[in-house]
């Protein structure tokens, strides 16, 4: 009912920037809060920001300054411009939203299929 579509994932030397995309498709009536999460090989997924349709950001400590979070609640879009990239920021990147379905008034989360980025040193 419901997908996310990531872009903007790839290959960057450290210190250099990414932004990262994810779109949703489907039967929207409405999205709360938009988020990225990051799972490294052999590491748990982690937060990596949120941001509420109303009210302020939140960060992990680690990206703090250097990645911000934004949405576009007309395109459905949430952003992730990443700055001074690390080799520790190097992971699969997942977008999650939580959307009330149009068809039911149902709140549930959704996520996207991931997209890498691989920051060199």
């Known amino acids: 009912q419901v997908q996310l579509a990531e872009s903007g994932g790839g290959l960057v030397q450290a210190g250099g920037s990414l932004r990262l995309s994810c779109t949703a498709s489907?039967?929207?009536?409405?999205?709360?809060?938009m988020g990225w999460y990051r799972q490294a090989p052999g590491k748990q997924r982690e937060l990596v920001a949120t941001?509420?349709?109303?009210?302020?950001?939140n960060y992990a400590d680690s990206v703090k300054g250097r990645f911000t979070i934004s949405r576009d609640n007309a395109k459905k879009t949430v952003y992730l411009q990443m700055n001074s990239l690390k080799p520790e920021d190097t992971a699969v990147y997942y977008c999650s939203m939580g959307v009330v379905l149009s068809t039911t008034l149902n709140r549930s989360d959704y996520w996207g299929q991931g997209t890498q980025v691989t920051v060199s040193s």
């Open positions: 489907g039967s929207i009536w409405r999205i709360n809060a």
């Open positions: 941001i509420p349709r109303d009210g302020s950001p």
